[in-house]
């Protein structure tokens, strides 16, 4: 999706108002290890020319702001290939007398990060360089800082939070800096030492409930300093785990989990993930049409569900039931007692909507707890489920017990790395090729661009695909039964010898040339509505949702029309050349004649909508059937044993 950001320092963000000249900013603590001598932090510019739409409202507020951008700038960057070869020069200096400055492209493996990396060079906080083993940055005021990339600990769904150690060569002080999400950070935060930090605790988790009230996606961002002795002992840990060829992985999350730990908090940001247009338009008219909506993602509860919100997926007059447990008799107790009030509800199903999040998802996917029955039970009562903090992998589970259990078909839709697994479970994928990378696009069966074409994409050509081929199936079962009769009848007056009165060479050509073409006309370009009609009607998708068109007993009423329609065709032809003394083949002939014939009326009856297409396929066949027989009888008029 396309995303706009805010970022958000805890002290949060008002209107600009040029910072008070006589004050003397004071340099935070955490950048404390830039080179000796460097010049202190200055406050931002406030005239237009020189800083962001948004700017801090005083100068402790913007400095604590540069003070988490900071790192947040250097931590964001490893997941950057900045291009530093190509460069665009922007149209207004970020710094008095720095016309025509010239800014370096940045390419990141997710929005968010370049989101991030761009708001931090908004206040003049710039990624200069980014190399594996060292990263330049600039600060407002300083000259250019390079720093030695010792260590990243990338990302992981199990951990939720990434690292990056830094070495100061000037000083050789060396940090760590995390980024990650509130859940997975605040348990590795240090006890506050001291009222301040006591304060900027209590401010930035205020602040992440704000946000995320606000739809915001929210990350948490914290340091800790390493002295030579702790650095030095991790890293021996840390490089035997990586050389280790048994229980890697193990070894690896440990080693992560020791230096993560002890940290000191930074503050927090807020991303504003923008809904792409048409968004809350396309979810409406889906589930008008009679589609369950399930949205996973990633987000917090509150973001998720303010997202929900605006996104249509719920509204005021539903019932929201949310499933937070912490333990698993706690989820099948809150399950049971949804499910029971449920039952007994005066509410429609249409009323209610279930958000369940990660942790209550743990109990609820593990075959050993038994509650999975249970839980998909509760959400046959709601119209919608949004779960939140759900793992890449808990997304795939869900996809795959929806389809056992319920035994419903599956779509998947997502924009990114994460969803891949879930796209590769559900029964058909759909990836959205856009700021998040291709790897959902590669993954899936269908690529858009834009999510509202998803609505077009069911609505419109699930509908005819599935009228249309439905249709064609029954057609080949009717004409191939009804061909098939014919020549049965046949065996009651020759003995049941096995012979056919039709030629070889008619009977092989039959379903190869002469009655092909219409039938595949028929299921690639036959509409039975207009497109228009079937937007603005979302209801008429049940067609397909049901499988109106083909039943279990249509299979069976194609058999006892072609029994009918061969009952005719034989007899009458039997009938009209009784007396006669007409030959075997002559009389064949006519008989697949008239097959032919009738199996083609039959498909004009069955299209729906003449194109071009439709009526060169009928011509054609017509015209392939006699211009064979044309040439066949001219060519083999005295071959034995065939048609004269």
């Given at each position: 999706?396309?995303?706009?950001?805010?970022?958000?320092?805890?002290?949060?963000?008002?209107?600009?108002?040029?910072?008070?000249?006589?004050?003397?900013?004071?340099?935070?603590?955490?950048?404390?290890?830039?080179?000796?001598?460097?010049?202190?932090?200055?406050?931002?510019?406030?005239?237009?020319?020189?800083?962001?739409?948004?700017?801090?409202?005083?100068?402790?507020?913007?400095?604590?702001?540069?003070?988490?951008?900071?790192?947040?700038?250097?931590?964001?960057?490893?997941?950057?290939?900045?291009?530093?070869?190509?460069?665009?020069?922007?149209?207004?200096?970020?710094?008095?007398?720095?016309?025509?400055?010239?800014?370096?492209?940045?390419?990141?493996?997710?929005?968010?990060?370049?989101?991030?990396?761009?708001?931090?060079?908004?206040?003049?906080?710039?990624?200069?360089?980014?190399?594996?083993?060292?990263?330049?940055?600039?600060?407002?005021?300083?000259?250019?800082?390079?720093?030695?990339?010792?260590?990243?600990?990338?990302?992981?769904?199990?951990?939720?939070?990434?690292?990056?150690?830094?070495?100061?060569?000037?000083?050789?002080?060396?940090?760590?800096?995390?980024?990650?999400?509130?859940?997975?950070?605040?348990?590795?935060?240090?006890?506050?030492?001291?009222?301040?930090?006591?304060?900027?605790?209590?401010?930035?988790?205020?602040?992440?409930?704000?946000?995320?009230?606000?739809?915001?996606?929210?990350?948490?961002?914290?340091?800790?300093?390493?002295?030579?002795?702790?650095?030095?002992?991790?890293?021996?840990?840390?490089?035997?785990?990586?050389?280790?060829?048994?229980?890697?992985?193990?070894?690896?999350?440990?080693?992560?989990?020791?230096?993560?730990?002890?940290?000191?908090?930074?503050?927090?940001?807020?991303?504003?993930?923008?809904?792409?247009?048409?968004?809350?338009?396309?979810?409406?008219?889906?589930?008008?049409?009679?589609?369950?909506?399930?949205?996973?993602?990633?987000?917090?509860?509150?973001?998720?569900i303010n997202i929900a919100f605006s996104c249509k997926l719920f509204n005021q007059n539903m019932e929201i039931i949310k499933l937070n447990s912490r333990s698993r008799d706690a989820a099948e107790s809150s399950i049971r007692n949804y499910l029971d009030q449920a039952?007994?509800?005066?509410?429609?199903?249409?009323?209610?909507?279930?958000?369940?999040?990660?942790?209550?998802?743990?109990?609820?996917?593990?075959?050993?707890?038994?509650?999975?029955?249970?839980?998909?039970?509760?959400?046959?009562?709601?119209?919608?489920?949004?779960?939140?903090?759900?793992?890449?992998?808990?997304?795939?589970?869900?996809?795959?017990?929806?389809?056992?259990?319920?035994?419903?078909?599956?779509?998947?839709?997502?924009?990114?790395?994460?969803?891949?697994?879930?796209?590769?479970?559900?029964?058909?994928?759909?990836?959205?090729?856009?700021?998040?990378?291709?790897?959902?696009?590669?993954?899936?069966?269908?690529?858009?661009?834009?999510?509202?074409?998803?609505?077009?994409?069911?609505?419109?050509?699930?509908?005819?695909?599935?009228?249309?081929?439905?249709?064609?199936?029954?057609?080949?079962?009717?004409?191939?039964?009804?061909?098939?009769?014919?020549?049965?009848?046949?065996?009651?007056?020759?003995?049941?010898?096995?012979?056919?009165?039709?030629?070889?060479?008619?009977?092989?050509?039959?379903?190869?040339?002469?009655?092909?073409?219409?039938?595949?006309?028929?299921?690639?370009?036959?509409?039975?509505?207009?497109?228009?009609?079937?937007?603005?009607?979302?209801?008429?998708?049940?067609?397909?949702?049901?499988?109106?068109?083909?039943?279990?007993?249509?299979?069976?009423?194609?058999?006892?029309?072609?029994?009918?329609?061969?009952?005719?065709?034989?007899?009458?032809?039997?009938?009209?050349?009784?007396?006669?003394?007409?030959?075997?083949?002559?009389?064949?002939?006519?008989?697949?004649?008239?097959?032919?014939?009738?199996?083609?009326?039959?498909?004009?009856?069955?299209?729906?909508?003449?194109?071009?297409?439709?009526?060169?396929?009928?011509?054609?066949?017509?015209?392939?059937?006699?211009?064979?027989?044309?040439?066949?009888?001219?060519?083999?008029?005295?071959?034995?044993?065939?048609?004269?």
């Amino acid at each position: 999706p396309s995303l706009e950001s805010t970022v958000s320092s805890t002290a949060g963000l008002t209107t600009p108002q040029p910072p008070p000249q006589h004050q003397q900013p004071k340099r935070p603590k955490f950048l404390d290890f830039l080179p000796a001598g460097a010049r202190p932090l200055s406050p931002i510019q406030s005239s237009p020319d020189t800083s962001p739409n948004d700017s801090p409202a005083s100068t402790h507020r913007s400095l604590r702001l540069s003070a988490i951008l900071n790192p947040l700038s250097r931590l964001t960057s490893y997941y950057s290939s900045t291009s530093l070869s190509k460069t665009s020069r922007c149209n207004t200096p970020t710094a008095p007398g720095g016309a025509g400055e010239i800014r370096p492209i940045y390419e990141a493996e997710s929005p968010d990060e370049l989101a991030l990396v761009d708001a931090a060079y908004a206040y003049n906080i710039k990624l200069i360089a980014r190399a594996p083993q060292h990263i330049t940055v600039q600060l407002p005021g300083d000259k250019e800082s390079q720093y030695q990339v010792l260590h990243v600990l990338p990302f992981d769904s199990v951990r939720k939070r990434m690292s990056i150690v830094l070495k100061n060569p000037t000083t050789g002080g060396v940090t760590l800096y995390c980024k990650g999400a509130d859940t997975s950070m605040f348990p590795r935060i240090a006890r506050p030492r001291n009222q301040e930090e006591q304060t900027l605790l209590d401010t930035t988790q205020q602040n992440l409930e704000t946000y995320s009230q606000q739809g915001l996606r929210v990350l948490v961002m914290a340091s800790r300093e390493l002295s030579v002795d702790e650095y030095t002992d991790w890293s021996a840990q840390h490089t035997r785990a990586e050389n280790a060829l048994e229980k890697r992985d193990k070894l690896l999350m440990e080693s992560y989990n020791a230096i993560e730990t002890k940290m000191t908090l930074l503050g927090a940001t807020g991303i504003e993930d923008k809904l792409q247009e048409g968004v809350p338009d396309a979810i409406y008219r889906l589930r008008q049409a009679g589609i369950v909506v399930w949205v996973l993602t990633g987000d917090k509860q509150e973001t998720a569900i303010n997202i929900a919100f605006s996104c249509k997926l719920f509204n005021q007059n539903m019932e929201i039931i949310k499933l937070n447990s912490r333990s698993r008799d706690a989820a099948e107790s809150s399950i049971r007692n949804y499910l029971d009030q449920a039952k007994h509800s005066t509410r429609t199903r249409d009323k209610r909507a279930l958000v369940v999040d990660g942790k209550t998802l743990v109990y609820i996917l593990d075959k050993r707890a038994n509650i999975q029955e249970l839980f998909l039970e509760l959400t046959e009562q709601c119209c919608a489920v949004l779960g939140c903090r759900a793992t890449p992998l808990q997304k795939a589970y869900i996809v795959r017990i929806v389809k056992t259990e319920l035994k419903m078909h599956t779509l998947a839709i997502g924009d990114g790395a994460n969803d891949v697994s879930m796209i590769q479970t559900a029964d058909i994928g759909v990836g959205i090729s856009g700021q998040e990378g291709m790897q959902a696009v590669m993954a899936a069966d269908f690529a858009v661009t834009r999510f509202r074409f998803v609505e077009r994409l069911l609505l419109v050509h699930g509908h005819w695909c599935y009228d249309r081929l439905a249709r064609m199936v029954l057609h080949f079962f009717y004409k191939n039964a009804t061909f098939v009769f014919v020549c049965f009848w046949y065996q009651i007056f020759n003995g049941w010898s096995g012979q056919v009165m039709i030629d070889q060479m008619y009977l092989m050509l039959f379903n190869l040339l002469f009655t092909s073409l219409p039938p595949v006309a028929l299921g690639v370009f036959d509409r039975n509505a207009p497109a228009d009609l079937l937007i603005a009607k979302p209801k008429l998708y049940s067609v397909g949702r049901l499988s109106t068109v083909y039943k279990s007993y249509s299979f069976w009423i194609n058999m006892a029309e072609a029994l009918y329609q061969s009952v005719c065709l034989y007899f009458i032809a039997h009938g009209a050349y009784l007396s006669s003394n007409v030959g075997i083949w002559e009389w064949g002939t006519l008989v697949c004649s008239q097959c032919i014939a009738v199996m083609l009326v039959q498909l004009g009856v069955e299209t729906k909508s003449w194109t071009i297409v439709h009526w060169l396929s009928m011509l054609i066949s017509v015209g392939l059937y006699l211009a064979f027989g044309l040439i066949y009888n001219a060519v083999c008029s005295e071959c034995p044993g065939l048609t004269n």
